[in-house]
């Protein structure tokens, strides 16, 4: 990783869009980048229906449940995790839409936060033994790569020397939710079922036309079929910005990927490794830039078509720097 960690955790990011030629322009002001999972369960009611549907219960006392997600958890320039307390467990749910075995270590960094304000008050070091809630790891995956219907990231796994008997283990398990997957799962939870086909309308669309323009189209189609419906009508310019967002880094995520398997090729292979790398940085530059304002599409382009690694590596220190595009269309 050698960009989304220095930028993703930037404060006072704009979700300010451009829609392509549709003209659409969702102007969406935040301190950080939310996901649509994370505004779609948010709330207690909707989080205890994810509850039920993950360990296959039938709770309706919502009230019983205390939210515990954190806000200063970033991934990927977004914060796509909710967490809550309920039945004596503290529950992490994520949302991931690239394949990530590092999650067992994301998630021992965030239990131990949520635990630590747990115990502040309490004697550690006392004969009495101090209880904690059980916690419990599990991410909703929809990415390209395939994956089975379940399966598990252990901590143990990312070990530098492996043990038969690891003395600390965190278990996460992955639940794809692709189309035709986990159908059990999804039909306990109508709104991880409902945001399943929102997605794969947006990756659907996304082969045939531009990315805003998919976007824009799938929040229409599901208005009209019932899909997330009145959630979109109220928050449709925020859904677009986020979305939009979300696949972007998605490809990033993807490119910084790619040129990492590029440059351990053979050095027959050094022009397109070039390439790789420079489609990496112009994709950096641009998220960065999309942050900061709506980024004009001759900008955009001019940043696209230049193959000069050494000026690409020059203007996404500028992009990181600038606090404004038309600082950094001033100086480039």
Sequence with gaps: MKCTECFGCAQNESASRKMGDAG?????????????????FKEKKALLSLYNAVNKT??????????????KAVYMGMKNDVSCMFAFELNLYEHQSTVNPNIPLRDLLYVAQQLQKLVSEKNLYGSKRVQIPTPRFAVFYNGNTKLPERMEYRLSELFQKQTDKPELELIVTVYNINPGMNEELLGACQLLKEYMLFTTKIRENRKKMDLRLAVDKAVEDCIKEGILAEFLREQRAEV????????????????????????GRAEGRTEGRTEGRAEGRAVSIILL??????LSKETEDKIKEETDESKLEKWLLLAAGSDSISEFEAAM
């Design 58 to 71: 039938n709770f309706t006392n919502e009230d019983d449940l205390e939210i515990t997600t954190l806000e």
């Design 289 to 294: 830039l999309n942050q900061k304002g709506i």
């Design 240 to 263: 677009i910005a986020m979305s939009i967002f979300e696949y972007d880094q998605e490809k990033h995520m993807r490119l910084e990927k790619e040129e990492s398997y590029e440059e």
């Design 24 to 40: 659409l322009v969702p102007a969406v002001e935040r301190n950080y980048k939310d996901t649509v999972f994370r505004m779609l």
